[in-house]
């Protein structure tokens, strides 16, 4: 009888695909350089733990190991069968690997959805089997996976490069530069513990290998290659609780794929152009690099070094360029060079030879030898002053770079971070070697040490980030929902001006006080209720950007104002909108305009925006943006992180601007948005004048646009 899952599967039901007890090839092939013998030759050579049964109807044995016609000819259990068959074949096999018990498949076959609507389909039909029997399956398309724990040893991949082992979780989305990843890895001496190439993500995606490392000790480092985030939410969530336990770095392959949208608010053509994923990365905590390089370079440091207590960095070198060009780069990502202390300053001075710099850089000159690293390491490393320490030794060919090595590898005890410069002449791999054997991270030249301690610092002030707390205030989201349904059964994704106010109020923003008219009379008579100044605009569900077309008429003081003002909206809008209504607001003095704002991004759904407002916002573009939902710490330093921020804390003497009250409506937002999130497709307020007190703030224009509906 078939079961069909209904929740989420168990992470660790991964095991049969990372920790199998036995392996079956399905596609294994006599023919040297077919990926079904690759593979089997990759199993076997690299020694796994288990017996491996090639399977092909044609062959009785590959490899010298004894073949067998089909998967349910297998003696005994199959927990992984790795399917490399042609891709009308894929279905079968599957089937087969259901009734045999098999519980955990790669699929390498490619030609499903990468190829267009017919391999879509098979794909679907793939995952159907899946749920039919609750196997696992990473792929299709893909290439394979490694696991390199000692007693596991599983390199089912068709590679031509083994990793070492170390403690690094590898993902890439890309088959192609897996190949690539697991030669640099070997190059670069990063030691990997799980390498997985994803390929379709048909089943187990990037979320569930999150999941999967979170609590596993052998991954130290998590680093991934996407191309997209299946489920962002899901990714945000999970990416946020484990970067506290482990670094993530992802190289994300291009930015998100919003700008082309044509967007009808502010919020909407700001986000959509500038904003790239990675402030919604940081957001959860994710390191986001522009290269595979840089994500190499940092991986080294975070898979095998400490995190630093704080950002200022010790340069020990025994030559002053490579020093000053790392301190260049240290000071370039916003680190800071540490300042040795009297006491460290008067014994390096004992220790090394007069020429000798005993300031930060360290500078020992040429001469410098072993005992002379290991004395000038010791002091700078001691010294409370110091978080972080990068030791460089540049080839003087009398010296032996191995003893230098040594002296280094001796200064990284695992409380303060030691990342290396080798470039020597005389036994210069053996130092190399020497290094990495002690977990001490080598570069070829100063500026990529340099990123690698600015990556580390970046970690841990992303995992030690105060999360903050989400926040309720009372509201009333049936209110907002009858605007929005009063707009729907007109037929408009635009609401008008009176349902905007409707929403914004039901979420307790203030809206300054106003009236709508439709005559000279009606106008002079809201203002003389309202009090003077007042300001004029027209209301029309037509018109977008008001003042644009000359629709706003501000700091209006009498009657005569008021009607001049009227007549003028009037004849130069009408022709627009015969239905066009003048809206007479009250006049908000002494504040500063601000935007908030909502859009949807493509990945990661609802992105919330703060800034400057006014109607030089696209031009000055001053914005910061995160991902909904937001938290009090979210909401605090998205006002806190725009350029402007001196305007609204205060700057030359003026009044500061009621900042807590800034806070609440972005959190009222967030709550007004985490509630509408069905029917939102864009929301701006802009502006929002904020003075020094929340009671004399008001919202002056808002504009809302509903998710269009078929
Ligand atoms: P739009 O964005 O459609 O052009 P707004 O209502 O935002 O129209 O008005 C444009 C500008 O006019 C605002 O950015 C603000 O500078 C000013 N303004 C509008 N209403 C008021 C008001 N009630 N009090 C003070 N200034 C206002
Ligand atoms: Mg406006």
Same mark, same amino acid.
């Given at each position: 009888?078939?079961?069909?899952?209904?929740?989420?599967?168990?992470?660790?039901?991964?095991?049969?695909?990372?920790?199998?007890?036995?392996?079956?090839?399905?596609?294994?092939?006599?023919?040297?350089?077919?990926? #079904?013998? !690759?593979?089997?030759? =990759?199993?076997?050579?690299?020694?796994?733990? #288990?017996?491996?049964?090639?399977?092909?109807?044609?062959?009785?044995?590959? *490899?010298?190991?004894?073949?067998?016609?089909?998967?349910?000819?297998?003696?005994?259990?199959?927990?992984?069968?790795?399917?490399?068959?042609?891709?009308?074949?894929?279905?079968?096999?599957?089937?087969?690997?259901?009734?045999?018990?098999?519980?955990?498949?790669?699929?390498?076959?490619?030609?499903?959805?990468?190829?267009?609507?017919?391999?879509?389909?098979?794909?679907?039909?793939?995952?159907?089997?899946?749920?039919?029997?609750?196997?696992?399956?990473?792929?299709?398309?893909?290439?394979?996976?490694?696991?390199?724990?000692?007693?596991?040893?599983?390199?089912?991949?068709?590679?031509?490069?083994?990793?070492?082992?170390?403690?690094?979780?590898?993902?890439?989305?890309?088959?192609?530069?897996?190949?690539?990843?697991?030669?640099?890895?070997?190059?670069?001496?990063?030691?990997?513990?799980?390498?997985?190439?994803?390929? =379709?993500?048909?089943?187990?995606?990037? =979320?569930?290998?999150?999941?999967?490392?979170?609590?596993?000790?052998? &991954?130290?480092?998590?680093?991934?290659?996407?191309?997209?985030?299946?489920?962002?939410?899901?990714?945000?969530?999970?990416?946020?609780?484990?970067?506290?336990?482990?670094?993530?770095?992802?190289?994300?392959?291009?930015?998100?794929?919003?700008?082309?949208?044509?967007?009808?608010? *502010?919020?909407?053509?700001?986000?959509?152009?500038?904003?790239?994923?990675?402030?919604?990365?940081?957001?959860? $905590?994710?390191?986001?690099?522009?290269?595979?390089?840089?994500?190499?370079?940092?991986?080294?440091?975070?898979?095998?070094?400490?995190?630093?207590? #704080?950002?200022?960095?010790?340069?020990?070198?025994?030559?002053?360029?490579? $020093?000053?060009?790392?301190?260049?780069?240290?000071?370039?990502? $916003?680190?800071?060079?540490?300042?040795?202390?009297?006491?460290?300053?008067?014994?390096?001075?004992?220790?090394?030879?007069?020429?000798?710099?005993?300031?930060?850089?360290?500078?020992?000159?040429?001469?410098?030898?072993?005992?002379?690293?290991?004395?000038?390491?010791?002091?700078?490393?001691?010294?409370?002053?110091?978080?972080?320490?990068?030791?460089?030794?540049?080839?003087?060919?009398?010296?032996?770079?191995?003893?230098?090595?040594?002296?280094?590898?001796?200064?990284?005890?695992?409380?303060?971070?030691?990342?290396?410069?080798?470039?020597?002449?005389?036994?210069?791999?053996? $130092?190399?070697?020497?290094?990495?054997?002690?977990?001490?991270?080598?570069?070829?030249?100063?500026?990529?040490?340099?990123?690698?301690?600015?990556?580390?610092?970046?970690?841990?002030?992303?995992?030690?980030?105060?999360?903050?707390?989400?926040?309720?205030?009372?509201?009333?989201?049936?209110?907002?929902?009858?605007a929005i349904a009063s707009a729907r059964r007109a037929g408009r994704t635009m609401l008008s001006a009176r349902e905007v106010g409707e929403v914004l109020a039901a979420y307790g923003f203030p809206l300054a006080?106003?009236?709508?008219?439709?005559? &000279?009379?009606?106008?002079?008579?809201?203002?003389?209720?309202?009090?003077?100044?007042?300001?004029?605009?027209?209301?029309?569900?037509?018109?977008?950007?008001?003042?644009?077309?000359?629709?706003?008429?501000?700091?209006?003081?009498?009657?005569?104002?008021?009607?001049?003002?009227?007549?003028?909206?009037?004849?130069?809008?009408?022709?627009?909108?015969?239905?066009?209504?003048?809206?007479?607001?009250?006049?908000?003095?002494?504040?500063?305009?601000?935007?908030?704002?909502?859009?949807?991004?493509?990945?990661?759904?609802?992105?919330?925006?703060?800034?400057?407002?006014?109607?030089?916002?696209?031009?000055?573009?001053?914005?910061?943006?995160?991902?909904?939902?937001?938290?009090?710490?979210?909401?605090?330093?998205?006002? !806190?992180?725009?350029?402007?921020?001196?305007?609204?804390?205060?700057?030359?003497?003026?009044?500061?601007?009621?900042?807590?009250?800034? !806070?609440?409506?972005?959190?009222?937002?967030?709550?007004?948005?985490?509630?509408? !999130?069905?029917?939102?497709?864009?929301?701006?307020?802009?502006?929002?004048?904020?003075?020094?007190?929340?009671?004399?703030?008001?919202?002056?224009?808002?504009?809302?646009?509903?998710?269009?509906?078929?």
């Amino acid at each position: 009888m078939k079961k069909h899952r209904t929740d989420q599967p168990r992470a660790s039901s991964l095991d049969a695909i990372f920790r199998p007890r036995s392996v079956a090839v399905i596609g294994a092939s006599r023919k040297r350089q077919t990926i #079904g013998r !690759e593979i089997l030759a =990759n199993l076997v050579e690299y020694g796994f733990n #288990g017996p491996v049964y090639p399977v092909n109807p044609q062959a009785d044995s590959i *490899h010298s190991i004894r073949c067998y016609r089909t998967i349910a000819d297998v003696p005994g259990l199959v927990d992984l069968a790795i399917v490399t068959v042609a891709k009308d074949q894929v279905l079968d096999v599957v089937a087969a690997c259901g009734k045999k018990g098999v519980r955990g498949l790669i699929v390498i076959t490619a030609g499903f959805k990468e190829v267009g609507k017919e391999g879509a389909s098979l794909e679907a039909k793939l995952k159907a089997q899946l749920r039919a029997t609750g196997m696992r399956m990473i792929g299709p398309n893909c290439m394979g996976i490694v696991n390199t724990e000692a007693d596991v040893k599983l390199n089912a991949t068709f590679a031509a490069t083994a990793p070492v082992r170390g403690n690094v979780g590898f993902v890439s989305q890309s088959g192609a530069l897996g190949e690539a990843i697991l030669a640099d890895a070997v190059e670069t001496g990063l030691g990997v513990a799980m390498f997985v190439s994803m390929g =379709n993500k048909t089943d187990v995606s990037g =979320n569930d290998l999150l999941e999967y490392w979170e609590d596993n000790d052998d &991954v130290q480092a998590i680093l991934m290659y996407l191309e997209s985030f299946g489920n962002p939410r899901r990714f945000t969530t999970i990416a946020r609780r484990v970067t506290r336990k482990k670094p993530i770095v992802a190289v994300k392959a291009g930015r998100t794929a919003q700008g082309a949208r044509a967007a009808t608010s *502010h919020t909407g053509s700001i986000v959509g152009l500038d904003v790239a994923s990675d402030t919604l990365l940081e957001q959860c $905590g994710v390191l986001r690099v522009s290269s595979m390089e840089e994500m190499f370079t940092l991986a080294q440091a975070l898979a095998n070094q400490p995190v630093p207590a #704080g950002d200022r960095i010790a340069i020990v070198t025994n030559a002053g360029g490579p $020093g000053i060009l790392c301190t260049d780069a240290l000071i370039g990502s $916003g680190l800071t060079l540490a300042e040795l202390s009297p006491k460290t300053r008067k014994a390096l001075a004992k220790a090394l030879p007069p020429e000798a710099s005993t300031g930060n850089p360290v500078d020992m000159i040429a001469s410098a030898d072993a005992s002379r690293y290991r004395a000038a390491l010791e002091l700078v490393t001691r010294d409370p002053g110091v978080d972080g320490i990068i030791a460089i030794f540049v080839s003087p060919i009398m010296i032996d770079a191995y003893e230098v090595a040594v002296a280094i590898a001796a200064a990284s005890r695992g409380v303060k971070p030691v990342l290396s410069v080798f470039m020597g002449k005389r036994r210069s791999d053996e $130092g190399v070697a020497e290094l990495r054997s002690h977990r001490v991270p080598v570069y070829r030249f100063p500026e990529n040490a340099a990123a690698a301690m600015a990556g580390l610092v970046r970690y841990r002030t992303l995992r030690d980030r105060p999360i903050g707390r989400t926040v309720r205030f009372p509201s009333d989201a049936a209110r907002a929902r009858k605007a929005i349904a009063s707009a729907r059964r007109a037929g408009r994704t635009m609401l008008s001006a009176r349902e905007v106010g409707e929403v914004l109020a039901a979420y307790g923003f203030p809206l300054a006080p106003s009236r709508l008219c439709s005559s &000279v009379a009606e106008a002079i008579a809201a203002a003389h209720e309202l009090g003077y100044p007042v300001v004029l605009k027209a209301a029309s569900d037509a018109i977008v950007h008001k003042s644009d077309l000359g629709g706003v008429k501000v700091d209006l003081r009498n009657g005569d104002e008021v009607a001049a003002a009227f007549k003028q909206i009037v004849s130069r809008l009408r022709s627009k909108d015969a239905k066009l209504l003048v809206q007479v607001q009250r006049m908000i003095g002494g504040g500063r305009e601000v935007i908030l704002g909502m859009t949807r991004d493509a990945q990661f759904g609802p992105v919330l925006m703060f800034g400057l407002g006014g109607i030089f916002v696209e031009v000055m573009k001053d914005v910061s943006v995160r991902i909904h939902p937001l938290t009090d710490v979210n909401a605090r330093s998205m006002i !806190e992180r725009i350029k402007g921020f001196p305007l609204l804390a205060g700057a030359r003497g003026e009044k500061p601007v009621d900042l807590p009250f800034l !806070e609440r409506s972005l959190l009222r937002l967030s709550q007004l948005v985490g509630d509408l !999130e069905d029917e939102l497709a864009e929301l701006d307020i802009n502006p929002l004048i904020v003075t020094g007190s929340a009671r004399t703030s008001f919202v002056v224009d808002a504009r809302i646009a509903l998710i269009p509906r078929p």
